[in-house]
C-alpha cells in the first residue's frame, strides 16, 4: 500500500502525466465530476480505486465492484502510480 503522502503527490504527478496522453486510462473534464480524475470512459474516480487498495482489497475486488473499468486501464495507472512513487522517494532519500 501506498501512505497517503505519496498517494497524494503520485496522483498530482499523474493528473499533469496521463490527462494529455491520448491513450491514457485516466481523463479529467469539467463536465465530468467536476473535472475529478476518472477512468476514460467512466465517472469512476482513480481516488476510489487508491482507496479500496488502502482499505485491502486487490485490484480485482475494485473491477468486481466497478466493471466499467476495465482491467488493462487499471493495470496502466497502477504502474504509473508506482514509478511516481519510486521517483518521489528517490527524491526524498
Known amino acids: 500500500m501506498l501512505p497517503c503522502y ?4 503520485a496522483l498530482i504527478f499523474v493528473s499533469i502525466e496521463m490527462v494529455t496522453l491520448e ?6 473534464s469539467k463536465e465530468v465530476l ?7 470512459g467512466t465517472r ?3 481516488q476510489t480505486l487508491l482507496d479500496y ?4 482489497y486487490t485490484p480485482d ?3 468486481e465492484f466497478f466493471p466499467s473499468v476495465k482491467k488493462e486501464e487499471v493495470e496502466a495507472f497502477l504502474r ?4 511516481n512513487v519510486d521517483s518521489l522517494a528517490a527524491i526524498r532519500s
Not at 491513450?23 to 479529467?28: E, K, N
Not at 504509473?80 to 514509478?83: G, H, Q, V
Open 61 to 63: 475486488d475494485f473491477m
Open 53 to 56: 487498495l488502502n482499505d485491502g
Open 80 to 83: 504509473l502510480i508506482e514509478s
Open 23 to 28: 491513450h491514457s486510462p485516466v481523463t479529467a
Open 44 to 46: 469512476v474516480p482513480v
Open 6 to 9: 505519496y498517494q497524494l503527490l
Open 34 to 40: 467536476g473535472g475529478m480524475l476518472v477512468f476514460r
